[in-house]
């Protein structure tokens, strides 16, 4: 039969080291990655006159990947990995899965429209 057991994980997960580390590292790395989008963004639109297939996929990857990353930011410095559940459930949801969406449609995007 089934018994009630404590959860092993969850001392770890409601640590101050866990929930400190994460709630610092990812965001500033997502972070990070947003501002390289918007720097691609904005040297690509300067530099670039001409609007060719090519620019206008790479513009459309980079603006999806910058906003997936801003979600990231917010939701990891809010609630990592869904330790604590600040966050509802429903909104969690739809959180991580418009960030899998968005990786999906990007890494579509490049495989069909992107030649060498």
Request: charged share 15%; with cysteine.
């Amino acid at each position: 039969t089934l018994t009630n057991d404590p959860n092993p994980w969850q001392p770890m997960f409601q640590s101050n080291y866990f929930l400190g580390f994460f709630r610092i590292f990812l965001p500033i790395w997502y972070f990070l990655v947003f501002l390289c989008a918007c720097y691609l963004l904005y040297t690509t639109s300067v530099s670039d006159k001409k609007f060719c297939t090519t620019i206008k996929i790479n513009r459309t990857c980079l603006y999806i990947e910058a906003f997936c990353n801003l979600e990231r930011l917010f939701y990891l410095s809010i609630d990592p990995f869904y330790s604590q559940q600040i966050i509802p459930y429903l909104e969690a949801n739809i959180i991580l899965t418009n960030n899998v969406m968005g990786k999906v449609v990007t890494n579509l995007l490049m495989a069909f429209f992107l030649r060498e």
